[in-house]
């Protein structure tokens, strides 16, 4: 049979199908595609330790878990980079995928550098950061704004002082009222969250005026929590009678929704390294709709 010879018939109404089927398969994903507040945000913030307790057994495993996590984004603190160590945070994004901005106190080009990182793959709309008081500590907070489907939103980290005493305690709650006023010299019109190592539960006095204007993501769903040694964020390792959450991810208040929130990044390899002295904190976060 010639080409001329094969019936038509059949083909035009194969098209006429397929055709069909395509406006239908267009129409049903236009009608179906949820809006950003019914889409899951998940983050994850995670303290490295620098490069101690052997770093290079430890990478693979903060790479595979973080990995398996597979969060917009990422929260990092402890970050280092010092002859012999590739910073950390480019280390670890190169490695996942994901864009990184790492702030410090410590200038660029100095010979090192610690601080804190945070690694997203979500479009990245603006940048900042913060030295926090007193200097002496050298703490700060940064900020990564991205977009998370058309909706812009913040994301704050940093790392609080870390003595557990009365003093230190003083020390963290001027660092709050330093983290609080940077939020509100940048956070325009976009939700927020605040993510980090606050070397201190959510309940701690401390961190009043934060807990006065954020949630703590893991309390939504675990209330009491902070009397729970099972859900400790300090490695029981390296920290036998300290069995605190002291790492936390902090919605505001009325502008998400908390879908679960774990703790992370706490399994050991084969030989029973673990990742870190820390265990991450992982929580998944819908926005609410803008009233």
């Known amino acids: 049979m010639t080409r001329r010879d094969r019936p038509s018939r059949p083909s035009s109404l194969l098209g006429v199908i397929a055709g069909l089927w395509l406006l239908a398969g267009c129409a049903m994903s236009g009608s179906t595609a949820a809006p950003p507040q019914q889409r899951e945000l998940r983050m994850a913030t995670f303290n490295l330790y620098h ?10 495993l903060v790479i595979e878990q973080l990995r398996e996590l597979d969060a917009d984004v990422v929260a990092l603190q402890e970050v ?6 590739r910073n950390q945070a480019e280390d670890l994004g190169e ?3 994901y864009r990184v901005y790492f702030v410090s106190i410590d200038p660029p080009g100095r010979n090192q550098r610690y601080g804190n990182a945070l690694l997203t793959r979500l479009p990245v709309l603006a940048r900042d950061w913060k030295a926090l008081q007193p200097s002496s500590d050298s703490r700060s907070a940064g900020l990564v704004r991205v977009d998370f489907h058309g909706q812009p939103m913040n994301a704050y980290f940093t790392h609080l002082h870390y003595r557990d005493t009365p003093e230190g305690a003083a020390i963290r709650e001027r660092q709050v009222e330093d983290l609080l006023g940077f939020i509100d010299a940048t956070r325009g019109d976009a939700p927020s969250i605040v993510m980090g190592d ?22 939504v769903l675990h209330p009491g929590a902070n009397d729970d040694a099972r859900h400790t964020t300090l490695n029981p390792r390296f920290f036998p009678d300290d069995q605190r959450r ?8 009325g502008a998400f929704a908390v879908v679960s929130s774990r ?7 084969p030989d029973g390294t673990l990742p870190s002295d820390h265990f991450g904190l992982f929580s998944v976060l819908r926005l609410e ?3």
């Open 95 to 97: 490695a996942l995928g």
């Open 289 to 291: 709709p803008v009233p």
């Open 263 to 269: 703790v992370a990044l706490d399994r050991p390899g």
């Open 80 to 85: 280092i980079q010092k002859p012999g160590v």
């Open 51 to 60: 490069d101690k307790a052997d770093w290079p057994a430890r990478r693979p």
């Open 246 to 253: 002291i790492d936390h991810i902090h919605v505001e208040r």
């Open 198 to 219: 606050l070397n201190a539960t959510s309940d701690s006095a401390e961190l009043a005026r934060l807990d006065g204007r954020f949630d703590s993501s893991f309390d």
